[in-house]
């Protein structure tokens, strides 16, 4: 199985700040990576689909970069909404497989 | 508009059997594959099992395989999980997921989510 690997597994940001996450998969993945946030009692929600490209209907304060093993998610500018926790996915192969999740709290 | 709606979840004993089934409106169920994914209260999320789009093939996390059953029914637009031989750690809310395959595979609509609880 690919694992995933998150960090950090938790920040502290203020609104209107750049946040950087991290993912990396224990093989390549070509591009095959998503990112989904999720608010409390909620269902997860895609952001980023192919590493890069933003679904429909999300904000372009995000962003994602990265192929092969190394990936990130950049916010540019942190809003109040954006307070969730975030998890990357590898659709490589089966079993798919999650990140462990990075919490994003107000500071 | 594109609706995904588990039921099913309850309180049920270790050892015990439970279906969830995932009522889908607004796509045509038989054009795509199909996903569960759990998540244990206060944890991340799991993928748990996938089925292709006309029911042909299956795929199980190894946590679970043997005891659950993934299955479709294209023409009453449902996808179930069937699980048997509940254990403690199966306590979690299960979500069931649409994977959009075109520029990569992706889960682009989920269900609210069902809890199922299993504890003695």
Same mark, same amino acid.
Request: charged share 15%.
């Given at each position: 199985?690919?694992?995933?690997?998150?960090?950090?597994? *938790?920040? *502290?940001?203020?609104?209107?700040?750049?946040?950087?996450?991290?993912?990396?998969?224990?093989? *390549?993945?070509?591009?095959?990576?998503?990112?989904?946030?999720?608010?409390? /009692?909620?269902?997860?929600?895609?952001?980023?689909? &192919?590493?890069?490209?933003?679904?429909?209907?999300?904000?372009?304060?995000?962003?994602?970069?990265?192929?092969?093993?190394?990936?990130?998610?950049?916010?540019?500018?942190?809003?109040?909404?954006?307070? &969730?926790?975030?998890?990357?996915?590898?659709? @490589?192969?089966?079993?798919?497989?999650?990140?462990? /999740?990075?919490?994003?709290?107000?500071? | 508009?594109?609706?995904?709606?588990?039921?099913?979840? &309850?309180?049920?004993?270790?050892?015990?059997?439970?279906?969830?089934?995932?009522?889908?409106?607004?796509?045509?169920?038989?054009?795509?594959?199909?996903?569960?994914?759990?998540?244990?209260?206060?944890?991340?999320?799991?993928?748990? *099992?996938?089925?292709?789009?006309?029911?042909?093939?299956?795929?199980? &996390?190894?946590?679970?395989? /043997?005891?659950?059953?993934?299955?479709?029914?294209?023409?009453?637009?449902?996808? #179930?999980?069937?699980?048997?031989?509940?254990?403690?750690?199966?306590?979690?809310? @299960?979500?069931?997921?649409?994977?959009?395959?075109?520029? /990569?595979? #992706?889960?682009?609509?989920?269900?609210?989510?069902?809890?199922?609880?299993?504890?003695?």
């Amino acid at each position: 199985d690919i694992q995933m690997t998150q960090s950090p597994s *938790s920040l *502290s940001s203020s609104v209107g700040d750049r946040v950087i996450i991290t993912c990396r998969a224990s093989q *390549s993945i070509s591009n095959y990576l998503n990112w989904y946030h999720q608010k409390p /009692g909620k269902a997860p929600k895609l952001l980023i689909y &192919a590493a890069s490209s933003l679904q429909s209907g999300v904000p372009s304060r995000f962003s994602g970069s990265g192929s092969g093993t190394d990936f990130t998610l950049t916010i540019s500018s942190l809003q109040p909404e954006d307070f &969730a926790t975030y998890y990357c996915q590898q659709s @490589y192969n089966t079993p798919r497989t999650f990140g462990q /999740g990075t919490k994003v709290e107000i500071k | 508009e594109v609706q995904l709606v588990e039921s099913g979840g &309850a309180l049920v004993q270790p050892g015990g059997s439970l279906r969830l089934p995932c009522a889908v409106s607004g796509f045509t169920l038989s054009s795509y594959w199909m996903h569960w994914v759990r998540q244990a209260p206060g944890k991340g999320l799991v993928w748990v *099992s996938r089925i292709n789009s006309d029911g042909s093939s299956t795929s199980y &996390a190894d946590s679970v395989k /043997g005891r659950f059953t993934i299955s479709r029914d294209n023409a009453k637009n449902t996808l #179930y999980l069937q699980m048997n031989s509940l254990r403690v750690e199966d306590t979690a809310v @299960y979500y069931c997921t649409r994977e959009y395959g075109s520029y /990569g595979y #992706y889960f682009d609509y989920w269900g609210q989510g069902t809890l199922v609880t299993v504890s003695s």
